[in-house]
């Protein structure tokens, strides 16, 4: 990522942005199984509720464009997982391919150690190579392929499920 690029925390004011980035996903790729766009009103919600829980939502903020963001998400409401999180990731598609994805998932994970979070996981379409190979490049392992979880533009996607264990080291 370029000197001119930073990570931080996103603002009300990015919310457009990481809507737009997301929904070109879902108008074009399996990578998200949402199959409408979400909408202003969903993603403010979507917002407020990371933020009121302390949850990390970053951008990657490229000369004041928004090139990227990533969040992390409450596993299950049940007590036990209050230490497990969900990782999503979206890279605008003009800006993919250029380390933008690596400093937000490093980022996001440091976060994660910060709050003291003891696994993150991501559940990727398996058929998304740039995104497994990301993954598994930041420490995460693969923990399961579960067959045909969802259906999108003519095809069934398998579901590859990765974990990165905070309690081990490495990035
Ligand atoms: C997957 C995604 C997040 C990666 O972000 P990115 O900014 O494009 O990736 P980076 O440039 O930071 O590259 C990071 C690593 O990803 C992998 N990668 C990136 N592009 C790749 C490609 N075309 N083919 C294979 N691996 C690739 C590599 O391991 C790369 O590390 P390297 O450069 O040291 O080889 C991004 O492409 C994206 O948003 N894709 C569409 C949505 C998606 O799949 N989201 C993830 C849902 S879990």
Not at 28 to 52: I, K, N, Q, V
Not at 54 to 72: K, N, R, S, Y
Not at 104 to 117: I, N
């Amino acid at each position: 990522m370029g000197h001119h690029s930073s990570i931080r925390p996103a603002t009300t004011a990015d919310l457009p942005a990481i809507n737009a980035i997301y929904n070109f996903y879902v108008d074009t790729s399996p990578a998200t199984f949402d199959l409408t766009h979400t909408t202003p009103g969903w993603r403010a919600e979507w917002y407020a509720e990371r933020t009121g829980r302390g949850l990390p939502v970053l951008v990657a903020d490229t000369t004041g464009e928004v090139a990227g963001w990533v969040c992390l998400s409450p596993w299950s409401p049940k007590a036990a997982y209050a230490r497990t999180v969900d990782e999503s990731i979206y890279i605008a598609d003009a800006f993919r391919g250029r380390g933008v994805g690596r400093a937000l998932s490093s980022a996001v994970l440091a976060e994660a150690r910060r709050l003291d979070f003891h696994v993150v996981m991501a559940g990727v379409t398996a058929c998304q190579e740039p995104s497994l190979a990301l993954h598994r490049s930041l420490g995460f392992v693969e923990a399961g392929r579960y067959a045909h979880m969802g259906c999108k533009l003519g095809a069934w996607h398998d579901v590859v499920w990765l974990q990165r264990h905070l309690w081990q080291s490495g990035d």
